[in-house]
């Protein structure tokens, strides 16, 4: 069972616009939600996490929306350019296993 | 300072056979995990390793086993291959086990098995 649903697959925006990629969850008792970007042949780095007791963690460019009581998160990437083009995985773990549980990813490219 | 490193970086195999795949943590770090990455999906959680012992398992076959040594490297065992094992497998590791998802997990660049 797919506990960490992604969306869109695919995504092209234009450099300088602004991309948002969207995931939901359903197991209640996950505490962390952190993003991956993953470049081809690398493995995923982490882009940035936020925890449910706040609503937007902004990291740079990069802002994470948190919406508790709709299960649902999303990332977005302001001033987009040619560099972020990559995967993006939303990922979620909880409790006492540190075990992260994927999203299917999000190929990202940026049109310059 | 060096991060997660695994080798071998590609691996080719037949159906049948065993690999083994091997894992270094960043130094400092005592917990280990694997997880398989399918192409196009997401990577799906395999083992846990803390301070030597297994502290989660994802729902993979008894084909697949880890251990963790000493100095807090790795390896994952895949028995019998299949064609679907084909993957790439990434190593990840973090400071501590992980309480309440507090621990950041740094990932390796994988290991690349084809298996024919």
């Known amino acids: 069972q797919q506990q960490v649903k992604q969306s869109p697959q695919s995504l092209i925006v234009q450099k300088g616009g602004i991309s948002i990629i969207n995931c939901a969850y359903e197991n209640t008792a996950f505490d962390y939600f952190p993003w991956y970007q993953q470049f081809p042949g690398k493995g995923p780095a982490l882009l940035i996490a936020?925890?449910?007791?706040?609503s937007e963690k902004k990291e740079g460019r990069f802002t994470i929306s948190f919406n508790k009581s709709a299960k649902q998160f999303s990332l977005h990437i302001m001033d987009s350019q040619p560099g972020d083009s990559a995967t993006y995985f939303c990922?979620?773990?909880?409790?006492?296993?540190?075990?992260?549980?994927f999203g299917s990813g999000t190929r990202l490219s940026i049109r310059p | 300072d060096a991060g997660v490193t695994q080798s071998p970086t590609h691996l080719i195999k037949t159906r049948g056979q065993q690999v083994t795949l091997r894992c270094s943590p960043i130094?400092?770090?005592?917990?280990v995990s694997w997880y398989q990455q399918v192409l196009g999906q997401g990577p799906q959680f395999i083992f846990q390793y803390y301070e030597k012992e297994e502290r989660g398992r994802g729902n993979f076959p008894d084909r697949f086993s880890a251990r963790q040594f000493p100095n807090y490297s790795s390896e994952l065992n895949v028995n019998a291959l299949l064609l679907g094992d084909s993957a790439l497998y990434l190593c990840a590791s973090s400071l501590e086990q992980g309480i309440a998802g507090t621990d950041t997990q740094y990932f390796g660049p994988g290991t690349r098995l084809t298996v024919l």
């Open positions: 936020i925890r449910p007791d706040v």
């Open positions: 130094s400092g770090h005592k917990s």
């Open positions: 990922a979620a773990s909880g409790g006492s296993a540190s075990k992260i549980i």
